[in-house]
């Protein structure tokens, strides 16, 4: 019964969807006040269906509904509640719930937030919101319900994928998609401006904290997807150039770009068109990765299981919602003006830079993702491109980047003298140049260039920032105490410099961990010992464990450090019961210096067990690094400017 | 930097024995495995795949290197059998050129337009006037005269 | 609006692509093989192992060269189809992977189609031969070339419209 209220409460979701894409704008188009202000009432009712449809089917998780095909597909009797309540998105059809549920979310969170806007401007946003609510809405129910009935019922469930039994998964997904539909609202907001015609100033203010927030939520997912691939696929890299990540990367780096050049359009009125044109990509990007994860076309460890039929839709849809924004902007654009003048050496070339940079870096994802399709459309042989091009396409078009986001900071809009960035970036530079070559030399005896090049820039993208967040210090504390000036400083301004610090935090987990990384992979019996990178493991054995749903085998390693005792690890092979494939569990010590990570292979036919043991010092710095520039999104939000603004209105 | 006894990188997860290999020669071959794709999960490497053709993969290579084949050739012998769909790193060859130039070559373009346009826009800012005022500067001009 | 035009255009030849990126299966891999002569190697036979299987004497007739195991479930799709293609073509076998007992009884109980077996037991001819997904079916023509790879079950369409079709082609 349950199941049936939930498919209903979907299928009122999906018309209510379609009346909020087409009442507002019509109503916009005749001027006819009651259809536009019905946008709130009608996202409000959708968003509440579509929390009711998500409830349901989580309640048939929690109850083992295995009359539910999906549920019977990805849950089981013996799966432990939070991996029940997570299994909601394991799978196709959930996750698209997940998807339009959070879609939900953000247009509820517009209606909420947004009520100073124009009320022609907001009933197009929520318009455009509900024309994309009602493709997926629809898409589910035609392709995917999650709701379909089992007959007769199964008496057991398939189990959800061992791979997404993982606490770094139970946060993923919803973090990414976040992200991913976040953009939407941007999305939405230059569609509307199109719609219109007209782009005043204030858009780019509206638009902002938007953007920001869906940056910082995709930050975190893909944070945390790397920090799961780590743990979880037990060969202990943090990245794949696999296309799934792909998929979240290239939305992230245009999103990162939107950021930068909505600072332009918000402070200097300019880079409008170009402003708008982020936008509409970024959301295009978020779709494109859906299309790639989900219809097949490309090879992928995470991808869903495929059907040809929810691929044709996805792209019929992709090419309507992108294709036409992508027209109106075409129509439209040439009506918004950018007026503004900047000399060659300013911060708005600078950031122009920093556009062109994150933009040619995710058309190299994108080429390199769908060059094997292009391939193949041409008729050549099959091909693959793999983590040696992206790395090697994707370092140099970085490096400048990191150099950009010290300069970046300390310079002025419309002119800035080349005398003056040196001077204020004096500092930096004496320091990126001493602990580039300094920590390199002295902890690991190294001279490589390109740890050197990642510690200079990493350490000078940290510093920079900080500069020229000081001088604003110094420059406010003149006339105030030194506390008030720090509590006051401009909330926007922190966020850039933890945002910034956090990229080269990132730069530097990256230059120490693939240069440094050191791996043993061998046959251990009980009692062997083996000493590499100043650790020394010694073997204990192996014992059987059983886990809730799983039976394993845990190895236990003690790791000694300059002959003291550290820790003591214990890897574990699974064997998840129902779908009976065995995982690698990695054990892992992490540090901020370094993680020392075992893995468990197989028994040797000879006897002993195959193991495998890394020590990666500074990676954690990695996830530090994005936490660091997710949170410098969370600042940015809570400037002033976006609250002074409502405490206004209200008063 | 002390080491340990080298071993064979890769059989142990396939369930295969292991040889004691000199320390450089097993750089070698780790660093290939890397960039060898895995045929059967396809998103493996060869270094990380468990299934049995990656087995037999990792041991051909082990053979060749012991034969005493460069990177190179051992990478043209793989290529010759299954194709550049084996190797990671797209060979440079004309149906590869607008992948690994494309990035770049878009680079170059777009960073001339941008500083060709931020010039001119700049000289248009600071040197000229507008119609209006060139043409109020005539009547001003005009008047003087009379 | 130059630009906006241009970005659409890029647009629509991106979703082409992927239209027709729906129609394949990009797990599938093109032989390098194909167009070339057999790669010579010698092996075990699997009926015994003093006698030897030598790829190089594949010529003088059009032959089929099938990849099979008997831990191959997917062989078993395709067996009937061999079975009735052994009375029109020469058809070998080159048995991956597998142990003599174990490939020899599979043989006994389902048919046997092949005029001879290669055993390979580790794999090493497959590697000569690309192989990698079992079952795999070469097409070599009367000078001992390959002029089509199948990967997978063969099926009547296949046998119809690929291996027939250049059979047929190849005959003056």
């Excluded at chain 2, 495995?33 to 468990?50: F, I, K, P, T, W």
């Excluded at chain 3, 192992?49 to 010529?59: I, K, N, V, Y």
Aim: charged share 15%; with cysteine; net charge positive.
């Amino acid at each position: 019964m349950i199941p049936e209220l939930g498919h209903f409460a979907l299928v009122l979701a999906c018309v209510l969807a379609g009346l909020q894409a087409f009442l507002p704008g019509w109503g916009t188009q005749r001027g006819n006040p009651t259809w536009m202000r019905s946008a709130s009432s009608l996202a409000l009712g959708q968003g509440l269906l579509v929390l009711l449809a998500y409830l349901a089917l989580t309640w048939a998780f929690i109850e083992h509904d295995f009359s539910v095909r999906y549920v019977a597909n990805n849950s089981n009797t013996e799966l432990p509640l939070a991996y029940r309540i997570s299994g909601v998105w394991g799978g196709h059809e959930g996750s698209l719930l997940l998807w339009s549920l959070v879609l939900s979310g953000w247009t509820v969170a517009v209606v909420a937030l947004s009520r100073r806007l124009p009320m022609l401007f907001r009933a197009r946003v929520l318009a455009v919101l509900g024309f994309v609510s009602l493709g997926f809405l629809a898409f589910m129910l035609a392709t995917s319900n999650p709701f379909d009935r089992l007959i007769p019922a199964a008496m057991q469930g398939r189990d959800l994928n061992p791979l997404l039994q993982d606490p770094g998964l139970v946060i993923h997904p919803p973090m990414l998609y976040m992200g991913y539909v976040g953009f939407a609202v941007a999305f939405a907001f230059a569609i509307a401006a199109l719609w219109g015609g007209q782009l005043h100033a204030a858009w780019a203010r509206w638009t902002r904290p938007w953007v920001t927030a869906a940056w910082m939520f995709l930050t975190l997912g893909i944070g945390l997807g790397s920090w799961w691939a780590y743990h979880e696929l037990g060969w202990g890299g943090w990245w794949f150039w696999d296309p799934v990540e792909n998929a979240s990367f290239m939305p992230w780096l245009v999103g990162t770009a939107l950021i930068h050049s909505l600072a332009v359009t918000e402070k200097r009125n300019t880079f409008k068109r170009w402003t708008v044109l982020l936008a509409l990509l970024a959301f295009s990007l978020s779709l494109l990765g859906t299309f790639l994860v989900r219809s097949g076309v490309l090879v992928s460890v995470h991808a869903f299981a495929n059907d040809p039929a929810r691929g044709v839709y996805i792209l019929g849809f992709l090419a309507l919602v992108v294709g036409g924004g992508l027209i109106l902007y075409a129509i439209r654009a040439h009506r918004i003006e950018s007026p503004g003048h900047f000399e060659l050496l300013s911060r708005e070339t600078l950031l122009l830079f920093n556009n062109v940079f994150l933009l040619i870096a995710a058309f190299a994802i994108l080429l390199g993702t769908l060059y094997p399709l292009i391939v193949d459309v041409l008729g050549l042989p099959s091909m693959s491109v793999g983590p040696p091009y992206f790395n090697l396409v994707f370092l140099p078009l970085m490096l400048p980047l990191l150099f950009l986001a010290a300069v970046g900071p300390v310079s002025r809009w419309k002119k800035t003298r080349a005398r003056e960035l040196l001077r204020r970036l004096q500092v930096p530079l004496v320091l990126a140049l001493a602990i580039g070559t300094a920590v390199p030399w002295a902890a690991f005896g190294s001279t490589s260039a390109l740890v050197l090049a990642g510690t200079m820039l990493g350490v000078w993208c940290i510093s920079g920032p900080l500069v020229a967040l000081w001088r604003q210090f110094s420059r406010m504390r003149r006339g105030t105490s030194a506390g008030y000036s720090l509590r006051h400083l401009p909330r926007h301004m922190v966020g850039m410099t933890c945002a910034h610090a956090g990229l080269g935090v990132i730069a530097l987990g990256i230059a120490f961990t693939t240069a440094f990384s050191m791996e043993r992979e061998l046959v251990m019996n009980e009692g062997d010992s083996v000493a590499f990178a100043e650790h020394e493991f010694v073997f204990r054995g192996v014992q059987e464990v059983d886990g809730p749903n799983y039976r394993a085998q845990q190895g236990h390693l003690s790791v000694y450090r300059d002959g003291e005792p550290i820790v003591d690890l214990h890897p574990e092979k699974r064997t998840y019961l129902v779908q009976s494939s065995p995982m690698t569990e990695a054990a892992i010590y992490s540090t901020v210096w370094r993680d020392v990570y075992a893995a468990l292979g197989v028994v040797q036919p000879g006897g002993g067990w195959g193991v495998r043991l890394y020590v990666k010092p500074f990676i954690q710095w990695l996830w530090g690094g994005a936490l660091l520039m997710a949170f410098g999104g969370l600042l940015a939000l809570s400037d002033r400017r976006y609250r002074y603004r409502r405490k206004r209105r209200r008063t | 930097m002390k080491r340990a006894t080298a071993w064979s990188f890769c059989l142990l997860f396939a369930g295969s024995t292991c040889l004691a290999v000199d320390e450089a020669a097993d750089e070698r071959y780790r660093n290939l495995l890397y960039e060898l794709r895995c045929l059967v999960c396809q998103n493996q490497s060869l270094a990380d795949s468990d299934a049995e053709l990656a087995g037999d993969l990792r041991r051909r290579v082990q053979d060749l290197i012991d034969q005493g084949m460069s990177d190179e050739e051992i990478i043209a012998h793989l290529q010759a059998r299954y194709g550049d769909f084996i190797l990671y790193r797209p060979p440079l060859a004309w149906r590869t050129a607008a992948l690994w130039a494309g990035p770049f070559v878009l680079l170059a373009l777009t960073a001339w337009l941008l500083l060709r346009r931020i010039r001119r826009g700049h000289a248009r800012a600071s040197g000229s006037l507008s119609d209006v005022e060139r043409k109020r500067l005539k009547d001003v001009l005009k008047r003087g005269s009379d | 609006m130059i630009r906006g035009w241009l970005a659409v255009a890029v647009f629509a030849g991106l979703v082409a692509m992927l239209a027709f990126g729906l129609t394949r299966d990009p797990s599938r891999v093109s032989s390098p093989l194909i167009g070339l002569p057999v790669p010579a190697f010698q092996a075990e036979r699997l009926a015994s192992a003093d006698e030897h299987f030598d790829s190089t004497a594949l010529r003088g007739e059009w032959s089929l060269l099938n990849v099979w195991a008997s831990w191959c479930t997917t062989c078993l799709e395709e067996h009937e189809l061999l079975m009735r293609l052994s009375q029109q073509l020469a058809l070998y076998g080159i048995n991956h992977r597998d142990t003599r007992d174990e490939a020899r009884n599979w043989l006994q109980v389902y048919g046997n189609p092949y005029r001879a077996s290669a055993f390979d037991e580790h794999g090493e001819v497959g590697i000569e031969l690309g192989v990698y997904k079992v079952p795999e079916t070469f097409l070599l023509d009367p000078d001992g070339v390959i002029r089509y790879k199948h990967v997978g079950a063969l099926d009547e369409e296949a046998y119809q419209e690929q291996i027939l079709a250049r059979i047929r082609e190849g005959r003056p």
